[in-house]
């Protein structure tokens, strides 16, 4: 078999995600600055950084929720940047967001908040959706009996599960996760990072997550980008972490509030 010449074995394998020079302002907040990253389809990327340096609105730029001024945003080799609205749908339908905050629905029961791609994206009858629902909630360590409840009737952690699980309710083959394990206990964030390495594994999915959780980081990651004011400053195997010759990464992995970073916190 070949591949316009050459063997397949040999073939370059397309990025699942490939940013191109990336930027986005708001007003006069230059957010991201030329972003370029990669991200090789089946493998699970972490993104670390200061707060507030853009990894919310990185992540949120691929998913078309936040637009770029400039640059290039190609998912499976598509640009996705001045995309039909249709076509952006198409894409989006195959993207699960774990968001900051849950952003979960008051007004729906916990399960109908699951299954919510489902019936409104896949069409899917109520009572089916219904049943999945209770899959995912259950592999998020969620009994049954919450599907019925309110968001508001749970506890932080609790809503952070339901958000998770609907982020995979739709077997989507990209997730985003915005900070999965912050607000819980130590044995509940480790049933997240495992949830989230099954579904790269398991299910072959490319998973971009946001921590500030190293622990986490180095269970979930195959490879890791910083970004710093904008632009990734460094991207690596998650094994080079703690070897990567770059002062930034190595501040910000061992927490230490001295270092290049707080040095320029200190510039007026
Ligand atoms: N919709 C928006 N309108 C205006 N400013 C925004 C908007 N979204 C993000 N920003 C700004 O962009 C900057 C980066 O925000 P972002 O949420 O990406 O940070 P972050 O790196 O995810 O931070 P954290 O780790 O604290 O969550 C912030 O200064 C934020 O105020």
Known sequence: MTDGGIPSDMAVQTPKIAMNDVHKSFGPKHVLRGIDLTVDAGSSLVVIGGSGTGKSVLIKSILGIVHPDKGSIRVDGRETQGMSARDREDVMAGMGM??????????????????????????????????????????????????????????????????????????PDILFFDEPTTGLDPIMADVINDLIRDQVQRLGATAITITHDMASARKIADHVAMIHQGRIIWTGAVERIDHSDNPYVDQFIHGRADGPIQMEIRRP
């Open 98 to 171: 774990l968001f900051q905050g849950g952003a979960l629905f008051d007004s729906l029961p916990v399960w109908e908040n699951v299954a919510f791609g489902l019936i409104q994206g896949k069409r899917m009858a109520r009572r089916k959706a219904r049943e999945i629902a209770v899959e995912k909630l259950a592999l998020v360590g969620l009994g049954a009996d919450v599907a019925a409840l309110a968001p508001s009737e749970l506890s932080g952690g609790m809503q952070k599960r339901v958000g998770l699980a609907r982020a995979i309710a739709t077997d």
